[in-house]
């Protein structure tokens, strides 16, 4: 739209036609203080903490609701309005109790900044406050109603912004009060949203009840362990007797890909890592068969003796590796380079989620076609196949929602059930599950009689969207997925997203945690490059996959396998005494299933204890940052380091570290004046660290960058703490012919997780299962 | 005429010593005083080892709001909080202080604590022989620092 000029405080400023008043001076900055506006939602105009002087209008106007138009001129920042602000603070505060020292909110709560601002210290109102006893509503919110201001915001994001609508307002005028419309609790998604939105502590929560205050902890923000779309989630820490410790999880860093957005897992799941079940000492089995505590050293040169050993008598090809879903890229991608040149086999796989190969292998000699998580808020219309993304993918289902509030956005659902998201669609299809591929083949012009008027006007429909983005879900697989992006690359300008159930799936399939995929996605009969990379030990043949091994085990023919991360017993339901015969050795948090057949277990740190970077599904590379510290675990990337040492191989050739740069050992130093390192400080605040350390992320960054061209990104935006684009390959890529890939089972196992669970690590979040339990309460109450 | 100025003088001098030899002691007799304080008097506004009050039912004044924690400088009051409940009640609001250590190897005295302080619950008393060869002996926890309770403690009765 055309710009207008307007005039406010004397400043001349420019904003296009439309905008509303409080963002165009926003964005001049000038700052307009308000309560009840908050941008992406609708206008309310509740607090009247915005007015304005608006030339030739009688009466002070709201900034919120005033679109700005040429040749106005506006006062911001007079006596009068001054006046006008402090006393709708007084009269915010005339039932608002003063218990700010024990309120959770106190330290960031906006009612009190404000009120330092306009110094609405003193009050003209001498009745008694109105008190009431503070409500639990779920297991995760608690309402404190004395303290709500009634701006609405709660209900407005429960409503608009998640399609909840569990929040509603009763009464009227000075007697409203925010209630649930659920009687006396939440019949709710659990996000958490209208906590992170209450600007005072009306809302609060239960993780973070009366635990600290904001400013005792330190805020690191990191990305989400849990789902495929990578959320940045800031972790409030305090340290504790042994390490630094996770007090609460919410969204006060709004800088990530997410935005305003943080779902339930987000926010509250963090707590697996405070799990009293938490190992934090190696286990060895011991001659009666029992797993008993041991040090890192014993374990270690325990375990590499035996791996070293099994390598030398039976071959690498009697050893298999199986790697994790929430590691980092750089884990994933040593855990491959681990097995591939130390172990000297290609038995190595993950759990996988979604069918990256094919769609990678779809892609080839594609550029810029796959989509990244921001485009879903922005595409005109998005075609979305299988998967439910307000269950397994919130923070796309937000983005999906938001684009048609704010852009009205058509959304096309085909599904087999009858999915939330079908709500905001503009059409939804219902097929049935074994139907998926016959549908991508029907898109692309076969005619089939199962697909009747309905499914012919949508690809009708469809064929006139010039800038289609199409999301599927892991329903697709194979031929579905080749024959749905052939399709789609028929139409102009279409792009794709795939999705994948955890933090990194994509990233560890990008790095190569396939059997017959090097990273990314380079077969291992052609590997080019990689194989004068990987040393003499590196297999030719394609090894196992991950059902495969099992079997192999089951069958007494599996020497050693080396799980990180993973909990395949569980998820495949492996018979215990299938792994009887092999050596088993076990990286992970608990003691889970798989670990309980272990030989040895090794503690490790989660991803929040880490640093390192993750790719979530679309490919967006974002930074992980070490949040939380434990006491007695380590990280994967030690762990197989220190591994691939006790089995006597070069470190260096594993991890390129410590080349070129020399750091200053000393000569600024001055550990007798005690000072500090000053050149090491710099470097780090740089982030020119010279990977001195074998255990350094970074290193094998430079090498998966130089490696897998796809991979080529912004370090600087990277460390800055933005997300980057990664494509799933590269042009060159399309010089690769992927031979036999269609008789490849696909192994794809989908984790079927739903809002509040998250595999394995969800068993071990007490708050996850809480909120679990009481919604499969509140369903059975309803059912009968 | 020296001599004589000299001997004046010296006399002069001499006389307020021996008159202050018969007035009474000015100096405090610390540490072999009487009573508890070993002869040491102070104001009253003295700052010694802080005391933690108790409210008119017994309870603890302290709600474990962290504003004594954020105004120290020496960085020396650690506290964990906790929540009330029913069965158990400690302070009168919604939460109290689980943990409340003071750190006197850091403190400094310098009271913005005690300013701080929203509820009146941390003050300045005037414990102040605190001298110690154990530093780990000058972390002081939540139960050394609380006021003894009332002589007949009041549980709170809440209306039935």
Redesign the interface.
Known sequence: MADVTLTVDGKKITAPAGTLLIDACRKAGIEIPAFCYYPGLSLQAACRMCVVRIEKIPKLQTACTTPVAEGMIVATDTDEIKQSRKAMLQLVLANHPL????CDA?GECELQDMTFKYGAADSNFVDVKNHRE?QQWSPVVYFDRPRCILCYRCVRVCGEGMDVWALGVQNRGVSSVIAPNGGDHLDCEECGMCIDICPVGALTSDTY?????P??MTHVSTICTHCGDGCKTTLGLRSSSDGMEIIRGDNRDKSGINGDFLCVKGRYAFDFANHKDRLTQPLLRNAEGKLVPASWEEALTFAGQRLHEIRDTRGGEQIGVIGSNRATNEESYLLQKFARSVLGTNNIDHHRTADYVSFAKALAGQEQRAASLREAETAPAILLIGGDPTEQHPMLAWNLRTNVRHNRARIYVVNHQEIKLRRQATSFLKISAENYSAFTRFLAGEENSIFGAEATALRETLATEPNLLVIFGSELRGAAIEALVRYGLSLPDTKFACLGDYVNSRGAADMGLYPDMLPGYVPVQQPGAFATEYGERFPAAPGLDLPSMLDVAARGNLAALYVVGSNPVHRYGVAAASLKNTFLIVQDMFLTETALLADVVLPIANLYEKAGTVTNTYGDLQLVRKAADRAGVRTDLELIVRLADTMGADVHALVPFGQGTRADMGQSRGAQSGEADRHAVWLAAQNLEPKLSPFDPSALLDEIQRLIPSYSFSRLELFAGNDQHVQATSKNNALVQISNLSQRPDGVLPSMDTLFTSGTMGRYSSKLTEVHDSRNKEILVAAN | MSIVRDIASVAKGMSITFKEMFEPTQVENYPDGPGPMHGAQFEERFRGQHVLQRDENGLEKCVACFLCAAACPANCIYIEAAENTAEQRISSAERYAKVYNIDYNRCIFCGYCVEACPTDAITHGHGFELASLNATSLVMRKEQLLTAMPAQPTTPTLPK
């Open positions: 218990d700010c020292p024990v106190g503070e009840r009366y635990k600290t205050r400013w005792e």
